[in-house]
């Protein structure tokens, strides 16, 4: 590739780590160093030099690693151009679809925020598609199907990801808001703009978000909002923070209107939001939050009959995420002896049953999964194999382990914050075999991020 492709490709992400800079005030990083530097170059200009660049090597060695990595992955991509952006795909996706389409989707959700926000994104809007959710995740450490940049102007989309949604506009929605309102005001905290991205993809899987928030109030993980308005505890509770934010801002919406809230939007930042919600608001932050869940729950009715169903798939993970592995179980069973189907309350009850120490049932679960081609499953493939491997190992059947990490490998990767590359893991296990040691160290692990 000519340099200065290259150079336009890597662009959306450098603006990104450069406003990043700017609003964490770390260009004073720099400024020491160069000091620094110059009093080391007093003696030998050359090393002052050289010290500089060691200096800033190691202090941003993150923004810099990601970069290279991001570069050295889209420098192949194969480029599509349309009226309203561009699309950069992994070479192995070329075929993969109708680009035309897709391209369709995102200008017409592009086009609708251009009109919601009253301006258009400073620069043409680039796609960037990688062949699944491990990559994007690698980059970001984080676990996502898909990534904005914003002042980058360009989004990182996981093809896996958008073929396993039901709704894939509603992940172009929420990632292309993230680019119009960090022209409103700075982007945190994470409440205030993943809360205004959530309302502003309209629906999850097809329901109204408000379902969602409510479906997670009455299954017991209801949460405070001065708890999430902290970055930490959000991403931690996810997705039940991005449920409430995004609740919360249409309840906003509706009772101040879009010019009040957009006032709010542009004044708040993490250290001034709750003396400038009451500024804007006329009220302050608790008083809002009952009044907005006295009208949830008020609204019940609306939502029935599938929200009691997705209220008792949802105590299952919450029991799980609380650690009352029993009362776990015994919520997934009833739902398992009444048919239930969902490929999450199974993993949940398998994760359960696994860790009270019943492996043969957890096994059991897990092999009824391995059966199953659904496009939402498939991102997960390789972790749930490596699961499988892993209550093999604890059972004493080395071989038909070995033969579960194999099949792990065949996958396409998964990467998660606690355990990074599923294919990394699977290969460590075949080489030695995961043992209730390891079981103890997870938990005491898990205890720690806790």
Same mark, same amino acid.
């Given at each position: 590739m000519r340099g200065k492709n290259f150079w336009r490709r890597l662009q959306p992400l450098l603006s990104f780590y450069l406003a990043q800079l700017r609003r964490r005030q770390r260009w004073a990083f720099p400024l020491g160093l160069l000091g620094l530097s110059m009093l080391i170059g007093q003696w030998s200009p050359s090393l002052g030099i050289l010290? =500089?660049? +060691?200096? !800033?090597?190691?202090?941003?060695?993150?923004? +810099?690693? #990601?970069? &290279?990595? %991001?570069?050295? &992955?889209?420098? @192949?991509?194969?480029? =599509?151009?349309?009226?309203?952006?561009?699309?950069?795909v992994a070479p192995e996706l070329t075929d993969a679809t109708d680009w035309q389409m897709v391209? @369709? /989707?995102?200008?017409? *959700?592009?086009?609708? +925020?251009q009109r919601f926000f009253g301006f258009p994104l400073q620069r043409r809007l680039t796609l960037f598609v990688f062949p699944t959710m491990a990559e994007v995740n690698r980059l970001f450490q984080t676990v996502a199907g898909a990534r904005a940049l914003p002042h980058g102007d360009a989004i990182l989309l996981a093809w896996d990801g958008w073929q396993?949604? @039901?709704?894939?506009?509603?992940i172009l929605r929420h990632e292309l808001a993230h680019l119009f309102s960090c022209r409103l005001g700075v982007d945190a905290p994470a409440f205030k703009r993943e809360g205004l991205? #959530? &309302?502003? /993809?309209?629906?999850?899987?097809? @329901?109204? $978000?408000?379902?969602?928030?409510?479906?997670? $109030?009455?299954?017991?993980?209801?949460?405070?909002?001065? &708890? $999430?308005?902290?970055?930490?505890?959000?991403?931690?509770?996810?997705? *039940?923070?991005? =449920?409430?934010?995004g609740s919360f801002t249409g309840f906003l919406m509706e009772r101040f209107g879009w010019e009040a809230?957009?006032?709010?939007?542009?004044?708040?930042?993490?250290?001034? %939001?709750?003396? #400038?919600?009451?500024?804007?608001?006329? !009220?302050?932050?608790l008083a809002a939050e009952r009044a907005w869940k006295q009208l949830l729950i008020a609204r019940r009715s609306e939502f029935e009959p599938e929200l009691s169903l997705a209220v008792r798939r949802k105590r299952v993970e919450t029991t799980y995420n609380a650690w009352q592995f029993w009362l776990c179980i015994e919520e997934a069973e009833a739902l398992l002896r009444d048919g239930e189907q969902d490929w999450r309350v199974i993993w949940y009850a398998s994760a359960a049953h696994s860790a009270v120490g019943n492996y043969l049932r957890a096994l059991e679960l897990l092999q009824v999964l391995s059966e199953r081609d659904e496009a939402t499953l498939r991102p997960y493939r390789a972790n749930l194999w490596l699961q499988i491997g892993r209550l093999y190992d604890l059972l004493g059947e080395r071989e038909k382990a070995i033969t579960a990490y194999q099949q792990a490998l065949k996958e396409p990767d998964y990467w998660d914050e606690e355990d990074g590359s599923t294919h990394a893991l699977a290969r460590r296990f075949l080489q030695q075999p995961f043992t209730e040691q390891q079981v103890r160290e997870r938990w005491r692990k898990r205890l720690r991020l806790r």
């Open positions: 010290a =500089f660049l +060691l200096l !800033m090597g190691f202090f941003f060695r993150y923004y +810099l690693t #990601t970069l &290279w990595r %991001f570069g050295w &992955w889209v420098r @192949k991509f194969v480029p =599509f151009s349309f009226p309203q952006l561009d699309l950069l391209a @369709k /989707q995102c200008e017409e *959700a592009l086009s609708e +925020l396993a949604a @039901k709704f894939p506009q509603e991205a #959530t &309302w502003l /993809q309209g629906r999850e899987e097809g @329901k109204p $978000i408000d379902f969602f928030a409510l479906a997670e $109030i009455l299954s017991g993980n209801d949460r405070p909002l001065l &708890w $999430i308005l902290r970055d930490a505890h959000f991403f931690t509770d996810s997705p *039940a923070s991005y =449920f409430f934010a809230y957009r006032r709010f939007y542009a004044a708040a930042d993490e250290r001034n %939001f709750e003396q #400038t919600f009451e500024r804007h608001f006329g !009220m302050d932050l």
